[in-house]
């Protein structure tokens, strides 16, 4: 029997992705983002999705959609991350709502009782999060709350650097404790391995074999200053006085990314909602003088090729740059495998 999971803050999928691409069925997913849950419907057609704000679900609905009866393996918990973000400058603010849409996770657990929850964040959530709430509640249902522990996306196959903060309920310690352990470090995917067979675009062209292969038609001044940023991970600090950007002038340590190239042989940066911009970090193509296209995004994310988006550009861009890594999840199954068996049934 596979195990069997409940995808709360699904996003585009790329947590059901990862953990359908490990053998888990997904039984049912929670998102309130119409343009998202297209993208969903579009690849998980299998799944029942809620479409909904989850603070107004009652996970009863769940069961009554699914006819799903008994106990589910797995709860994953990938709540809004801007709160705890160091990209949002008014992180911590109290006036934030999205700051508690973690704890919306107890409601599901006290119907479906997991064998295992895990939370994916940004690490600010380990500062700025409600976690002793989170642990006190979870505590009373019957689990122990690990400490968040930092990964890195470039060590589970994906071929960025991106941090996330992981943690994990479980029933007992020991099963945390071997959950951690058997998280298998991955060999290292570079960004010419996961981009560098797509067809080389100059600005403003397509693939016609692939409607997310597209470039941007960048305007001639940001074409002048790509021509003058070195091939494979050259920066904006190679451009000329007269090309250089007026917010930039004597001001070489601010924004370092901005107009960077990424390099071949290495991990791509973060990707962010703005990663198809080469005005909002080191977005630009290793040899192309554009910025990367939104399949080289989503590749760069660890989508697989094939995946479908829903929605315009901005829209595409904003679900890929919030899109947990598929590898990344992947990477979790295995040590959640091991760790419910360390419960049993
Ligand atoms: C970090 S993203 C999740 C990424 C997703 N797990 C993935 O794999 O791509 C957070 C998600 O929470 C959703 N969200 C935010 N507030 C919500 C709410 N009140 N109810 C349901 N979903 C919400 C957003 O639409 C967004 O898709």
């Not at 107004?56 to 705890?84: E, H, K, S, Y």
């Not at 924004?255 to 290495?266: A, E, Q, S, T």
């Not at 554009?290 to 995004?297: F, N, S, V």
């Not at 315009?312 to 992947?330: C, K, L």
Request: proline share 8%; net charge neutral; with cysteine.
């Amino acid at each position: 029997m596979p195990l069997t999971a409940i995808d709360l803050y699904c996003g585009s999928g790329a947590v059901t992705e990862g953990l359908t691409a490990e053998g888990v069925r997904v039984v049912a997913a929670v998102d309130n983002d119409a343009i998202a849950c297209q993208t969903y419907r579009l690849n998980h057609p299998e799944v029942y999705l809620c479409e909904d704000d989850i603070r107004n679900l009652d996970p009863r609905t769940i069961r009554q959609r699914t006819n799903f009866t008994g106990d589910i393996d797995l709860l994953v918990v990938c709540a809004p991350c801007q709160p705890f973000s160091t990209q949002n400058r008014k992180r911590g603010n109290n006036d934030d709502d999205r700051t508690t849409l973690v704890l919306e996770c107890l409601k599901f657990a006290r119907e479906f009782s997991p064998r295992a929850i895990i939370f994916e964040n940004v690490p600010g959530i380990a500062i700025l999060g409600p976690l002793n709430s989170l642990r006190q509640s979870l505590f009373e249902l019957g689990y122990i709350l690990s400490d968040p522990r930092t990964l890195n996306a470039a060590d589970c196959g994906v071929p960025q650097r991106r941090e996330r903060c992981v943690m994990i309920a479980a029933k007992t310690r020991e099963g945390i404790e071997t959950f951690y352990r058997a998280i298998t470090p991955q060999p290292q995917v570079t960004v010419r391995q996961m981009i560098g067979g797509l067809r080389p675009l100059n600005a403003a062209e397509r693939d016609p074999d692939d409607p997310l292969h597209f470039a941007r038609d960048h305007q001639r001044i940001v074409l002048q200053r790509l021509a003058y940023i070195p091939r494979d991970g050259g920066s904006r600090h190679a451009l000329p006085p007269e090309l250089e950007l007026e917010c930039h002038r004597g001001r070489t340590n601010d924004f370092p990314d901005v107009y960077g190239r990424m390099r071949w042989d290495d991990v791509a940066p973060t990707l962010t909602t703005g990663c198809t911009d080469v005005t909002k970090g080191r977005f630009a193509h290793p040899r192309d003088n554009r910025a990367i296209t939104l399949r080289e995004a989503a590749l760069l994310q660890s989508f697989p090729p094939h995946y479908r988006f829903h929605g315009n550009v901005a829209q595409i861009a904003r679900q890929i740059g919030n899109a947990v890594p598929v590898n990344m999840i992947r990477t979790l199954v295995p040590p959640l495998r091991q760790l419910l068996q360390t419960q049993g049934q």
